[in-house]
């Protein structure tokens, strides 16, 4: 059985992450693979080595939510409040880019921010202590499977990456992503793609707040 991850593959991560590096990692659904939001030339090199479409955008995770909070210091209240119902968990949430940040994540629609916060199982618990977010998707060829084991991310993506951590076998169905773009003018939100939460346990915790 995988022990899970040490405070060392942490520390490698981060390192990998502040030096322009791309790293394949799990997370609380499948295999993910990322790199620095903000360095282009990484997030050129994760494309190319994913077959991905360098327009599209991908999704930033934090690794715990109060730097998260910390950075999007600009959320009206109701959506603080949504994100302080919903995350850390199993879902993506699709927020208003209002100050244009990550701009190499962000890059098929900059004004849209796709917000990862896993809730990381114990096993996972070191990744808390990555303080810098991640660009980040799936650990597979572009529309290929995602990977619910290491041993199930693509060679090519194993072997080009700069860190590959294993955190054993994760559940395996992708996150849940949610569209908050309207939900603090109208109230409105969207599931666009129900994956590891349901979703009337989306509506449930939203229709509380």
Known sequence: ???????????????????????????????????????????????????????????????????????LDDLPASERAALEALLPGPVTLLLANRAARFGAACREDPATLGLRVPRLPERLGA???????????????????????????????????????DGGELPGVPSTVIDLREFDAERRWYVLREGA???????????AL
């Open 197 to 207: 939460l349901r979703a009337t346990a989306v509506k449930e915790t939203l229709a």
């Open 1 to 71: 059985m995988n022990p899970g991850l040490r405070d060392e593959d942490a520390a490698r991560l981060q390192e990998c992450l502040s030096g322009g590096g791309v790293a394949v990692f799990p997370t609380d659904t499948v295999y993910g693979i990322c790199c620095d939001p903000d360095d282009e030339r990484a997030a050129q090199r994760l494309y190319g080595m994913k077959g991905r479409s360098r327009r599209r955008a991908s999704a930033v995770m934090y690794f715990s939510l109060a730097p998260a909070l910390e950075a």
């Open 127 to 165: 990744l808390a202590s990555v303080t810098r977010p991640v660009m980040q998707t799936s650990a597979n060829m572009s529309g290929e499977p995602d990977a619910r084991a290491l041993e199930e991310v693509p060679a090519k993506l194993r072997k080009g990456a700069d860190v590959v951590l």
